[in-house]
Each structure stands twice: as structure tokens, then as C-alpha cells.
């Protein structure tokens, strides 16, 4: 199983940036799929998830920003980041698991992860 995100970069506070999920040798739209972000010195946190049946789950500091989605032809999940602000600075990883999950946005819930994407936001 192979994860893969990108989308990237460095924006300005107020800004959007997309970032894209691609994930092979597995049944994509079998998976739950999330997004988490990391700083320095932070543990991972959950950002944004979507099960296999297309319903959401979002933290609370990113609701009415962030809008998760995905595209299950292409094997694409995809994260649309709005009105972004210096603390959304972080590496954000893409994560997926199969089975039934107790708490969509637990970084211990989900066993296949991609190697994250930078995502920087100056003030």
C-alpha cells in the first residue's frame, strides 16, 4: 500500500490551499481516509475525515474552513483549506483504514499513512 500527498506550500495568512491524497494497493473506496497535521514539538492531531459512505467529521478548529471530500475514481481524497491562519502551519499527513472506527480523528485508529505535506502560513 502506497499514500501520497501533496499540495503543498507556502501561503499567506487568509489564503486556500488544496491538498490531494492519492493511495494504491488497496480498495480506496473501502476506507476511511483523514487528514492530520503535526508541528514541531506537537503531537499529531486530526484534522478532517471522511468514511467510506462520503460523511464527514471535522475538529473544531478547522470547521467552516477546511472541506474534506473525496473522489473515488481517481483514489483521491482531498482536503480545500480556506481562510487560512499562521496556526494551521504544520506537516499534514493523510492517513486510511478499513474497519469500523471508534474515533474518526484518533491518529491510533488508522495503519497506512503517507509521508506528508508541507504547509506553511505566514502572518
Known amino acids: 500500500v502506497q499514500v501520497m500527498e501533496s499540495g503543498g506550500g507556502l501561503v499567506q495568512a487568509g489564503g486556500s490551499l488544496r491538498l490531494s491524497c492519492t493511495a494504491s494497493?488497496?480498495?480506496?473506496?473501502?476506507?476511511?481516509l483523514s487528514w492530520f497535521r503535526q508541528s514541531p514539538g506537537k503531537v499529531r492531531e486530526g484534522v478532517a475525515a471522511?468514511?467510506?459512505?462520503?460523511?464527514?467529521t471535522y475538529a473544531d478548529s478547522v470547521k467552516g474552513r477546511f472541506t474534506i471530500s473525496r473522489d473515488n475514481a481517481k483514489d483521491t481524497l482531498y482536503l480545500q483549506m480556506n481562510s487560512l491562519e499562521p496556526t494551521d502551519t504544520a506537516m499534514y499527513y493523510c492517513a486510511a483504514y478499513p474497519g469500523p472506527l471508534i474515533n474518526r480523528l484518533a491518529a491510533w485508529e488508522y495503519n497506512y499513512w503517507g509521508q506528508g505535506t508541507q504547509v506553511t502560513v505566514s502572518s
Open positions: 471522511v468514511d467510506s459512505d462520503g460523511s464527514a
Open positions: 494497493g488497496l480498495i480506496f473506496e473501502n476506507y476511511h
